[in-house]
T-cell receptor, first 114, second 115 residues
């Protein structure tokens, strides 16, 4: 069975400082992992994905994530936060098997302080 | 990238009425679409998996007679909330995939408010 744990429900950083959003997963398969962002009153947007290629994945808007199998982690980082990064972020693992489903983390709300 | 269009983006309806939400894949064929529901301050919850030409597979605890799903073509799936009640108020999102284990493409979501 697959599961995803986002370790922080809220993260607050000052503008211009680094961002770290933590995600741990468990999977019986070789997982595909994703980070999605949801801005208020908007749909979901894919930030980046890992699908068994390079373990360091670069995404949009300066975000990146590193797949660490030994730690079963897929943390999302950004060197310098911007006010527009304030949103809810979801870590997701693919369900695998014959039918593609997504297993969602509970989400982390990123707050950017001016 | 692929585009999934969900309509309407928001709807307000009276208790007891039914609401239909459409999910269209605009530039690809989606044999499978998924319907999610997002409760306030919580993550998305998968409601059902919709396969073109067959009955949807509902997750445990989701009433199939209340949330009717139709996937009549490779580009369209609909979710109908029947006899809506205020507790059905939520954010509903659909997604579609083209191939296994790649990213899913999401609609914009529909905010349903039942008054």
């Amino acid at each position: 069975a697959q599961s995803v744990t986002q370790l922080d429900s809220h993260v607050s950083v000052s503008e211009g400082t680094p961002v770290l959003l933590r995600c741990n997963y468990s999977s019986s398969y070789s997982p595909s992992l994703f980070w999605y962002v949801q801005h208020p009153n908007k749909g979901l947007q894919l930030l980046l994905k890992y699908t068994s290629a390079a373990t360091l994945v670069k995404g949009i808007n300066g975000f990146e994530a590193e797949f660490k199998k030994s730690e079963t982690s897929f943390h999302l980082t950004k060197p310098s936060a911007h006010m527009s990064d304030a949103a809810e972020y979801f870590c997701v693992v693919s369900g695998g098997g014959s039918n593609y489903q997504l297993i969602w983390g509970a989400g982390t709300k990123l707050i950017i302080k001016p | 990238g692929a585009v999934v269009s969900q309509h309407p983006s928001w709807v307000i309806c009276k208790s007891g009425t039914s609401v239909k939400i459409e999910c269209r894949s605009l530039d690809f064929q989606a044999t499978t679409m998924f319907w999610y529901r997002q409760f306030p301050k919580q993550s998305l919850m998968l409601m059902a998996t919709s396969n073109e030409g067959s009955k949807a597979t509902y997750e445990q605890g989701v009433e199939k007679d209340k949330f009717l799903i139709n996937h009549a073509s490779l580009t369209l799936s609909t979710l109908t909330v029947t006899s809506a009640h205020p507790e059905d108020s939520s954010f509903y999102i659909c997604s579609a995939d083209r191939t296994l284990n790649t990213e899913a493409f999401f609609g914009q979501g529909t905010r349903l408010t039942v008054v």
